[in-house]
């Protein structure tokens, strides 16, 4: 019996966060949305390797995702501030729903074109622009401050776990029923995540400035950012990052086929292990309770990122390439949740939607297309191990150069 108490303190202490019904409901929609999404993604990528044969054509098609949030985040972190976050949430989740049934109408009968997947892409990029930073100020009103870094690493989770789920379930799904069933599946999962959120109960109110005017509101997010040093740099190093070494995801298709030549099992494979290895990164900050030395979890994390980045671009053997994909994507996972949570507990509640919408900025910036241009020039080899490198100097420096990270 007392063998058992370490064991049940420990998963007590990672699921603590669950004990509020609001967050284990947005964590379960987090969770089915996010399967969705990398159904999706798995077979879109696939899809637009077999119409054009080009990895540039794979990042582009990431990056017309990206191009709405780009301008529209904001906008939408200013919706999550003003507005009824939850029925934002049921929106978005239904506007899912409806792209990628067309998309998957568009597959299934054979008309489908590049520029389809481009063009709904698009539109899918306006609902993250207000989803996205909606999901994000939701959090810590779901949960009391002590539980902000379980619950941040637990919806981190939640997304790693689709990650491996999703792939997984892509991957035998393109051998059986194609891409065109694959959007399908993912168009379900998007419509159990809406369910979920339709069962949360409303969120209590909290201060905003309904009566200042869209542009006041986003001066007020920006003027807030640039005086609060550490989170700017937070978000500086977040910012390099998404350029250049996490598109390295997106490239799992060309990786799969043009350098270690596993096919679409392969790739399924590939995506799983990053999946896996992320989950256990999540679960890890999850653990960690009440550390008190985010700062440097952040470096480290950061500079494993980016060293095991460049091993798994050299990697030309399939097994080897499985395990620094595990890696690549724990260290990742540990990176972003670290910044994640850093960011959530120093923003008030009045500003988190706001400086929320113009951190979502920072996940669409064209890092998919510059790796895939890189990549049909130079090799995705070379474009991957280039971005892990630039990378590594950031957070070399970061950690040299702003010795305020070290204390917090």
Known sequence: MSFNKPSTAVIMTVLRAFRHRNYALLWASLLAGGSGYWVMVTAQGWLVLELTDSAFWVGMVVFCASIPPLFLAPLGGVFADK????????FCRLG?????MALATFTITGVVTVWHIVAISLLAGVIWSVGDPTIMAVVPRVVPPDDLMNAVALSSTAWQVSRFIGPAVAGVLIGVIGTGGCFYVAGLCYILAWLLVLMMQPLPPYLTAQQASVVDNLGEGATYLVRNRTVLVIMVLVTVACLFALPYAWMMPVFARDVLGVGAGGYSQLMMATGAGAIAGALTVASL?????????LIIGGLVFGVTLILFSASGSFPLSLLLAAMVAAAAAIFFAVANTLIQSIIPDSFRGRVMGLYVIIWYLPGSLIIGAVADWAGVQLATAAG????LLCVVGVALLFSSLHRL
């Open 289 to 297: 309770g009440k550390f008190q030395h985010k700062g440097w979890l």
């Open 388 to 391: 892990g490198l630039t990378f």
């Open 83 to 90: 507005f009824d976050q939850r029925k934002l949430l049921l």
């Open 96 to 100: 899912a729903v409806l792209l990628i």
